[in-house]
């Protein structure tokens, strides 16, 4: 079965950095869609950044520069690297994987900027 465990959501100050951490199991990660998507109280979930099965990325225009994606396929681990976190940085943010025609969603962390 497919398992998503996020990790490293907490408390920051604008403009800090922050890594987010999300540990697969029951698939292998390089032959999956990966992205981070999040949901801020009364708005609808986003999309944040994706990656591809070929390494392709893709960002929300507003975190362009600041946030970047990867994976560790010996680790079966992607990561959503936040640098310069803002304010309206601020939500839960999901891991999510695509397999096929199947999709799977992590718990969510919290992601809170404020000073």
């Known amino acids: 079965q497919v398992q998503l465990v996020e990790s490293g959501g907490g408390l920051v100050q604008p403009g800090g950095s922050l890594r987010l951490s999300c540990a697969a199991s029951?698939?292998?990660?390089?032959?999956?869609?990966m992205g981070w998507y999040r949901q801020a109280p009364g708005k609808q979930r986003e999309m944040v950044a994706t990656?591809?099965?070929?390494?392709?990325?893709n960002y929300e225009d507003s975190v362009k520069g600041r946030f970047t994606i990867s994976r560790d396929v010996a680790k079966n681990t992607v990561y959503l690297q936040m640098n310069s976190l803002k304010p309206e940085d601020t939500a839960v943010y999901y891991c999510?994987?695509?397999?096929?025609?199947?999709?799977?969603w992590g718990q969510g962390t919290q992601v809170t900027v404020s000073s």
């Open positions: 990656i591809t099965r070929g390494g392709i990325t």
């Open positions: 999510n994987l695509v397999w096929g025609a199947s999709g799977y």
């Open positions: 029951g698939i292998i990660l390089r032959n999956t869609f």
